[in-house]
C-alpha cells in the first residue's frame, strides 16, 4: 500500500443558507478553520498551490475563481487552478492536487471547493445544474436533474424491487446522522412518511428524496506523506484516488441502474489500496438523490447488484451498522453546495478517521471512502483514507 | 449529405425523418451522432435512417419542470430502446399516465417547429403505437 499524499489540516464552513455572504467569503470561513487547527503550519509560507472546485460562473456572474478564492484567504502570488467536473469538481481539484504533490512538483498545496446558489430562485438553479447533462439529447427534451435521477430510480424499482420506501429510508437515516452534525444545513428529523407525502418532483422522487441546494466551502491541506508530521500528529493519508468517466447522456449506458465510472473507478481504488469493500469503516457516498445511494451501495461493492434497497431496510449503513454510510448527513441533509461536496465528503472522513466526528463518530474508524459523482454519473471519484500512524 | 452532426440530425428531425449513424468498419450503431466511431475509433461513418420505433425502458413523470416546459408538466419523460438497438430520451404523449408501462411498444413523431437551427431544434416526441 503507497501513501499518495497525507492530509494535515481540514475545513469546513457552515453549510446552509448563508444570506449575505459571496462564496469568496464562505471559502475563507473554510480554509480559517483549516489554518488555526494546523498551528505548525504558516500558510502564507508553506502552501504552494491552490485547487479549488467550482461548478458555476453563472451563479454569481463570477469566473476567474482561482486568483479570486486565493487572494480572499490571503496566499497571494502562488499558482490557483480552477477545477470544474460538476457535482464533482472539488474532488476532481482534490485529484489535480495529488498528481501536483505526486509529480514532485509541491510540497503542500490547499484544496478546495465552494459554491453559493441559494441566492438564486429554484428555476434557476435547475438550469444551472441541468447544463451538467447533455444540451440537445436530455436538456432540449424537458430532462430535469431530478428527472435523470427518477429515470434510474423507476428501472431499479423495475429490475430489483426497489421500492420507494427504501428510497426515503435513505433520506430518513441521512436527515438523523445531520441532526448530530452542527455544520449541517438540515436540522430536522424525518420519516418515511414524510419523505412519501412530500411533493411529487419527478415521480418516484419526491421533495425528500432530493438533495438540497445549499451554499459552503470546504477545503483540504496536502502535503507529500514524508513531511506530514512536521505538521500534525494525526494524519490522514489518501492511499487511493481514482476517476472514471461515462457518457454525459444517461441513454447511451448499457444500464440505467448501474453507475459505470462509481464501478470502474472503486475496483481500481481498492486495487491501489489492497483493500476490499468489507474493510471500509465508514464511507461518505454521493447521494444526490436516495436512489443515487442505493445505486452507490451496490457499485461500491457494499452489497450485491439490486440488494441495495434491503442494506437500507436492514440498517447496516447506519451509524453502528456493518458500513456506516453518510454520517456528515449526506448532500441529502448535510447540503450540497455542488463545488463544495467532493472535498467535503473527505472532510468527514478526515474526521472520522482523527476521532474528532463527535456524536456522530464511528467507533474504531481507521479505513473510509469517499465517492462522488459529477452530473448523472458521467463522472466519478473515489477516495480511500487510512488514519495515519 | 454526409455531414455528421447534430444540427444535421435535427435537420432530418425537421423533414421528420429519424436518422442514425452508422460505422463502416465495425457496424456500430448510434442515435446521437457521432464523428468518430466509440467501439473501434474509425471515422467512416455514415448516415442511416432508423424505424423510430421502439419499446419503452424507463420512465418518470416530471411535476416540477424545466424552466422551458412550464406549461406542459406534469409530463412524461421517457428512455426508449429503439429497434436497431439504441436509445432515446424524449416526452411521451397521447398516453395517460396511468396507462404508461415499461415494455410498452412506441413510436416515433415530430413536432413543428418555426426556427430549425441552434437552439430551437424541431423536437420529436414518442407516443403509443
Redesign the interface.
Known amino acids: 500500500m503507497k501513501v499518495l499524499a497525507s492530509i494535515i489540516s481540514a475545513g469546513l464552513s457552515k453549510f446552509g443558507k448563508l444570506d449575505g455572504l459571496y462564496a469568496r467569503e464562505i471559502f475563507a470561513e473554510a480554509a480559517k478553520e483549516a489554518f488555526e487547527n494546523c498551528p505548525n503550519l504558516n500558510p502564507k509560507k508553506d502552501i504552494e498551490a491552490l485547487f479549488i472546485g467550482q461548478m458555476s460562473e453563472s451563479y454569481e456572474h463570477q469566473g476567474h475563481a482561482g486568483p479570486l478564492m486565493l487572494n480572499w484567504v490571503g496566499l497571494n502570488g502562488i499558482p490557483a487552478f480552477r477545477v470544474e467536473s460538476a457535482c464533482a469538481s472539488s474532488s476532481v481539484a482534490l485529484r489535480v492536487g495529488l498528481m501536483a504533490i505526486m509529480s514532485g512538483l509541491y510540497n503542500i498545496v490547499m484544496v478546495g471547493g465552494v459554491e453559493k446558489m441559494t441566492h438564486l430562485p429554484t428555476s434557476n438553479n435547475m438550469e444551472i445544474l441541468a447544463s451538467a447533462s447533455d444540451f440537445p439529447f436530455e436538456q432540449w427534451h424537458g430532462a430535469t436533474f431530478p428527472s435523470l435521477f427518477a429515470l434510474m430510480a423507476t428501472a431499479h424499482m423495475h429490475e430489483y424491487g426497489t421500492t420507494e420506501e427504501q428510497m426515503a429510508l435513505v433520506a430518513v437515516k441521512n436527515h438523523e446522522n445531520a441532526f448530530l452534525n452542527p455544520k449541517a444545513h438540515m436540522q430536522k428529523k424525518i420519516t418515511v412518511q414524510d419523505v412519501l407525502s412530500s411533493k411529487v418532483v419527478s415521480w418516484p422522487l419526491k421533495l425528500y428524496d432530493c438533495s438540497l441546494i445549499s451554499d459552503g466551502a470546504s477545503c483540504v491541506i496536502l502535503a507529500k506523506h514524508e513531511l506530514a508530521k512536521k505538521f500534525t500528529d494525526t494524519p490522514v493519508n489518501i492511499i487511493a484516488s481514482t476517476q472514471a468517466q461515462d457518457s454525459l447522456s444517461i441513454l447511451e449506458r448499457e444500464s440505467l441502474t448501474t453507475l459505470n465510472a462509481i464501478k470502474l473507478a472503486s475496483r481500481e481504488a481498492f486495487k491501489m489500496a489492497d483493500l476490499t469493500p468489507k474493510d471500509i469503516d465508514v464511507a461518505e457516498v454521493h447521494d444526490c438523490f436516495t436512489i443515487a445511494e442505493i445505486i452507490a451501495y451496490e457499485d461500491l461493492g457494499f452489497c450485491k447488484k439490486g440488494f441495495g434497497g434491503k442494506l437500507i431496510e436492514e440498517g447496516e449503513t447506519k451509524i453502528g451498522g456493518k458500513i456506516p454510510v453518510n454520517t456528515s448527513g449526506g448532500l441529502k441533509a448535510k447540503g450540497h453546495p455542488v463545488g463544495a461536496t467532493g472535498v467535503a465528503q473527505v472532510y468527514e472522513i478526515y474526521l472520522q478517521l482523527i476521532g474528532e466526528a463527535g456524536k456522530r463518530q464511528v467507533n474504531g474508524a481507521e479505513i473510509g471512502l469517499t465517492c462522488n459523482i459529477g452530473g448523472s454519473g458521467a463522472t466519478a471519484t473515489v477516495n480511500i483514507l487510512k488514519r495515519g500512524d | 449529405m454526409n455531414i455528421i452532426s447534430?444540427e444535421q440530425f435535427?435537420n432530418f428531425c425537421s423533414q421528420k425523418k429519424l436518422m442514425g449513424v452508422k460505422c463502416e468498419e465495425c457496424n456500430a450503431l448510434y442515435?446521437?451522432p457521432k464523428p468518430l466511431c466509440i467501439n473501434c475509433g474509425s471515422k467512416k461513418l455514415f448516415w442511416i435512417p432508423f424505424k423510430g420505433v421502439g419499446k419503452l425502458?424507463?420512465?418518470?413523470?416530471?411535476?416540477?419542470?424545466?424552466?422551458?416546459?412550464q406549461n406542459?408538466a406534469?409530463?412524461i419523460?421517457?428512455?426508449i430502446e429503439l429497434e436497431e438497438g439504441v436509445?432515446?430520451?424524449?416526452?411521451i404523449k397521447e398516453v395517460k399516465i396511468e396507462d404508461i408501462k415499461?415494455g410498452m411498444p412506441l413510436k416515433i413523431d415530430f413536432e413543428k417547429s418555426e426556427n430549425e437551427t441552434w437552439?430551437n431544434?424541431p423536437?420529436?416526441?414518442f407516443k403509443p403505437i
Open positions: 447534430i435535427y442515435a446521437i425502458i424507463s420512465y418518470t413523470i416530471v411535476h416540477i419542470p424545466h424552466p422551458r416546459f406542459e406534469p409530463y419523460l421517457g428512455i436509445k432515446l430520451l424524449a416526452r415499461i437552439p431544434w423536437r420529436y416526441f
